[in-house]
């Protein structure tokens, strides 16, 4: 069912996450119609039908930049033309990254020549360290959703062969991964590591289980995301920094930014994906903890700051880029009010300068880090709450922010990131989120019907897998 009255809604989501409980105090609740920043009309369902077209008309810009200047490489620097790897060896990180997304579009012959690239040239059997988080979002994940669009039996078993070299980073003593793991050795290295990087593994690595028949993978996962979980502090909040050797934390500073984000996301995900208990509890206590201590109004907006974890403290009034994902988890979390509201914040922090900056004081509305790194969150939840709501005001967000990518970041072969939204100077790369992420999330905001959300849950990475759990 399609409502395009403000504030309608798909009720299968909505009595899901009705379900989970609101999580909303009554301060939270604020009506948008206040004094919302100008979006813009809403583009028509015809003018969305053309905006998902030319979305898809610039992600093949950006691909074929890519494949004539960097094929067979991690990613692409389009404005010196020049190819980047992570490591000495390239893993075909941005093939990897974009194959579904190419499914998702439509792109067949795009999609037919990078699986079987894939699957004739990437190695795994390399002598290099990886970092765990990177590489089990974007290449595990990647392999994993590719192999359930598309059934190709020889993703699934690059999957495997990368979850076993994956394995020996949990080995520490307290369950807790090391941040680095060398593929063919096992030798790990890293002991200090954050909430994300710990925390954002669940939901690969349970389904290279769930695939592969081998239950180890989610176990241990499983294990790691309880052994971080249970050093939380009295208030609930996790810190920006902990040993996995000793437990110690390193650092108090609590947040819901780059270092502990998707920690947020990834146990309310848990809990939708697998059915898991203990995460959709842990998923409850953390995100009534992060409202408590880190959310704050300031000048009529909805915002979430630092604190120190032992005592709540508030530390800084930092929003950024990264921030932006949270509008997205609170929707799945049944916090729609929040959700609402915080995505207005996110969007006064875009149209300050046209395009949103690494990070602001929202206090100030000061710019503390003027770069853009071509993030998707602030698609992302803008994604999640038009499939929640219907409300067209999103449809408004998404075609701004398609425009103002477009305006700043494009270049003759591809998208690049920028050194300043104040002075919109360009740099000179194109990670390969970009294709995985927010292109994509910018096209299933404007041609929703391309997938069934209710079906699956996207990992971090914008990978979607396919539910366990109803």
Known sequence: ??????????????????????????????????????????????????????????????????ESLAWGHD????????PRDWGSASLWMTPVDALDTMLLMGLT??????????????SFDRDISVKNFEITIRLLGGLLS????????????????LGRRLLPAFGS???????????????????????????????EMGTLSKLSGNPEYFERAHAALLALAARRASTGLVGEEINVETGAWVSRESHIGGGIDSYYE????????????????????SLQAASRFLAEERGGLLWYGSADMETGRRTSTIYGSLHAFLPAVLVLSGDLASARRL?????????????EPEELDY?????????????????????????????RRYLAMGRRFFEDLRKNCRVGHGYTVLQSVVTKKQGDLMPSYFLAETLKYLYLLFRPEALDFDRVVFNTEAHPLRKTAQ
């Open 1 to 66: 069912m399609r409502r395009s009255d403000r504030g309608g809604s798909r009720p299968g989501l909505l009595q899901r996450t009705a379900a989970a409980g609101l999580l909303a105090a009554a301060w939270l609740s604020v009506s948008l119609a206040d004094s919302p920043e100008p979006v813009g009309p809403a583009p028509t369902p015809a003018e969305c039908a053309a905006l998902a077209r030319e979305v898809r008309s610039e992600f093949l810009h950006a691909w074929r930049g890519y």
């Open 75 to 82: 990613e692409l620097r389009p404005v010196s033309a020049t």
């Open 109 to 122: 012959e795009e999609a037919a020549k990078t699986r079987e690239a894939i699957a004739a040239h990437l």
């Open 146 to 161: 590719s192999y359930e669009m598309t059934g190709d039996r020889r993703l699934l078993s690059l999957a495997q062969d």
């Open 173 to 203: 003593p307290t369950r807790m991964p090391y941040m680095y793991v060398n593929l063919k050795t096992g030798r790990t290295s890293g002991a200090v590591s954050n909430p994300a990087e710990i925390g954002t593994l669940i939901l």
């Open 266 to 285: 990834y146990l309310v995900k848990c809990g939708i994906l697998f059915g898991d208990a203990d995460c959709s509890r842990l998923a409850r206590e």
């Open 343 to 355: 995505q207005e914040s996110g969007w006064r922090m875009w149209a300050l300068h046209g395009i």
């Open 363 to 391: 206090a100030s509305l000061r710019v503390t880090a003027d770069g853009y790194a071509l993030r998707p969150e602030i698609m992302e939840s803008a994604y999640y709450l038009f499939q929640a709501t219907r409300d």
